[in-house]
């Protein structure tokens, strides 16, 4: 199947990256204590495990821009069937540092998709202002 992409090899294309962290709350059986009391003894938190903490997923604290382009080393066409049967097909480009030898190169590519790419600084830029305008709006709802 022919496939145009949006990029090709050698292209200077601007990244922009999420910032994520992991997503915790106290736990609700022991307020974050780690321990239960029953009569005069102190059991370990069953719902939490002792930690006092219930892990609720990793979430994007904000995205970043690189302000130098970096050339397209690699592009990779991947197809997902999804659950209605339909296709979906991401375009994701490899990137590695040409300081890296010929045999340590392969181990440090690293892969972002198209949809994270962008052909000029100021599209990058403006992108990373949306993104993060949508999740202080999502931030400000769930209390993060
Ligand atoms: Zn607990």
């Given at each position: 199947?022919?496939?145009?992409?949006?990029?090709s090899l050698?292209?200077?294309?601007?990244m922009?990256?999420?910032?994520?962290?992991?997503?915790?709350?106290f736990?609700?059986?022991?307020?974050?204590?780690?321990y239960?009391?029953?009569?005069?003894?102190?059991y370990k938190?069953?719902?939490?495990?002792?930690?006092?903490?219930?892990f609720?997923?990793?979430?994007?604290?904000?995205?970043?821009?690189?302000?130098?382009?970096?050339?397209?080393?690699?592009i990779?066409?991947?197809?997902?069937?999804?659950?209605?049967?339909?296709?979906?097909i991401e375009?994701?480009?490899?990137?590695?540092?040409?300081?890296?030898?010929?045999?340590?190169?392969?181990?440090n590519?690293?892969?972002?998709?198209?949809?994270?790419?962008?052909?000029?600084?100021?599209?990058?830029?403006?992108?990373?202002?949306?993104?993060?305008?949508?999740?202080?709006?999502?931030?400000?709802?769930?209390?993060?």
């Amino acid at each position: 199947m022919e496939f145009k992409t949006k990029y090709s090899l050698g292209d200077l294309v601007y990244m922009i990256v999420p910032i994520s962290n992991h997503k915790s709350v106290f736990c609700s059986s022991c307020n974050g204590d780690k321990y239960l009391q029953l009569e005069k003894n102190f059991y370990k938190c069953p719902r939490c495990e002792g930690t006092g903490k219930i892990f609720q997923g990793e979430y994007i604290i904000k995205w970043e821009f690189f302000e130098k382009p970096r050339k397209i080393d690699r592009i990779r066409i991947t197809e997902t069937i999804k659950k209605d049967k339909s296709k979906k097909i991401e375009e994701i480009y490899g990137f590695v540092s040409s300081s890296y030898s010929e045999s340590e190169r392969e181990k440090n590519f690293w892969y972002i998709p198209a949809t994270n790419l962008f052909s000029s600084l100021k599209e990058a830029k403006l992108e990373v202002k949306k993104r993060n305008a949508n999740l202080d709006r999502r931030n400000k709802r769930t209390n993060i």
